[in-house]
């Protein structure tokens, strides 16, 4: 019998060798990749989300969690892709061009790839062009852009621009720092996320 709430706790303790043991114990005893992922690491990963929204832990604890998460996924990903089991979406992101700040961007990108995502990051000072051409080529669902400076954060409104030209389908949420609803709202984006678990939520309601 697969060990679910081991495997959440270890991945909220950040217990990395813990994670993969029952993991691994896990698909070895026969259960399902999925119901590993949906049972144990992804509810996991969504108490960790929460729990950081709260501001009950910070942004280390978050990077420990999605390291353990990361090694769980080691296991699972080979299995859920040899089951033909495919992801929730794609998740395209990256940080705007101009800009080199990463590490919002890549907190909200473990917290994705936890709910199950497939997760193109493309880094960072990303033009609007390869931001749609990402998203073109991967048949995306949503675009996540991230900014920090106020000089970089404009930037936005030519992704958005562009992916309306081009007949994107992709929708496009914003977040970072400097970033306000209202300015989401004024450059067209489809939605905005002050931090990387209310970005889950964001991009979940948006399928
Ligand atoms: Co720079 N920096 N920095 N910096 N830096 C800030 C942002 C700044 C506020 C510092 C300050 O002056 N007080 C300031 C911006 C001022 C402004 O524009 N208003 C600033 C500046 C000016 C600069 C330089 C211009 C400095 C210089 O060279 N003169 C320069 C610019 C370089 C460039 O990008 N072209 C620069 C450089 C750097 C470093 C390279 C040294 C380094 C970045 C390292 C890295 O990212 N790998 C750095 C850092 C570390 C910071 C601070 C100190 C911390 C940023 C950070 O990582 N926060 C920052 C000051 C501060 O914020 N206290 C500062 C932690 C991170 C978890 O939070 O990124 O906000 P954050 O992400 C959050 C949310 O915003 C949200 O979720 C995350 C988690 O909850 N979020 C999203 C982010 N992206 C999202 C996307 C989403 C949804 C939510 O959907 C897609």
Same mark, same amino acid.
């Given at each position: 019998?697969?060990?679910?709430?081991?495997?959440?706790?270890?991945?909220?303790?950040?217990? $990395?060798?813990?994670?993969?043991?029952?993991?691994?114990?896990?698909?070895?005893? &026969?259960?399902?990749?999925?119901?590993? #992922?949906?049972?144990?690491?992804?509810?996991?990963?969504?108490?960790?989300?929460? $729990?950081?929204?709260?501001?009950?832990?910070?942004?280390?604890?978050?990077?420990?969690?999605?390291?353990?998460?990361?090694?769980?996924?080691?296991?699972?990903?080979?299995?859920?892709?040899?089951? &033909?089991?495919?992801?929730?979406?794609?998740?395209?992101?990256?940080?705007?061009?101009?800009?080199?700040?990463?590490?919002?961007?890549?907190? =909200?990108?473990?917290? #994705?790839?936890?709910?199950?995502?497939?997760?193109?990051?493309?880094?960072?000072?990303?033009?609007?062009?390869?931001?749609?051409?990402?998203?073109?080529?991967?048949?995306?669902?949503?675009?996540?852009?991230?900014?920090?400076?106020?000089?970089?954060? =404009?930037?936005?409104?030519?992704?958005?621009?562009?992916?309306?030209?081009?007949?994107?389908?992709?929708?496009? =949420?914003?977040?970072?720092?400097? #970033?306000?609803?209202?300015?989401?709202?004024?450059?067209?984006?489809?939605?905005?996320?002050?931090?990387?678990?209310?970005?889950?939520?964001?991009?979940?309601?948006? #399928?």
């Amino acid at each position: 019998m697969a060990d679910f709430k081991g495997i959440a706790e270890a991945l909220i303790a950040g217990d $990395r060798d813990k994670v993969t043991d029952l993991v691994q114990s896990a698909v070895d005893g &026969g259960t399902g990749p999925k119901q590993v #992922l949906d049972e144990g690491l992804i509810s996991g990963m969504e108490v960790v989300g929460a $729990r950081f929204k709260n501001c009950e832990i910070y942004v280390p604890e978050v990077l420990v969690s999605a390291r353990a998460m990361s090694a769980g996924m080691d296991i699972i990903e080979p299995l859920l892709a040899k089951a &033909g089991i495919k992801a929730r979406g794609v998740f395209i992101v990256g940080t705007v061009k101009g800009d080199l700040h990463d590490i919002g961007k890549n907190l =909200v990108s473990m917290m #994705l790839k936890g709910t199950g995502w497939k997760v193109v990051d493309l880094g960072v000072d990303i033009t609007a062009e390869k931001f749609v051409q990402s998203a073109i080529d991967e048949d995306a669902d949503v675009i996540g852009l991230s900014a920090l400076l106020t000089t970089t954060m =404009v930037n936005m409104k030519s992704v958005i621009e562009l992916a309306k030209n081009k007949d994107c389908k992709a929708k496009v =949420v914003v977040g970072g720092a400097p #970033l306000t609803q209202s300015y989401a709202d004024e450059i067209g984006a489809d939605g905005y996320a002050p931090d990387a678990a209310s970005a889950t939520e964001i991009v979940n309601s948006l #399928l």
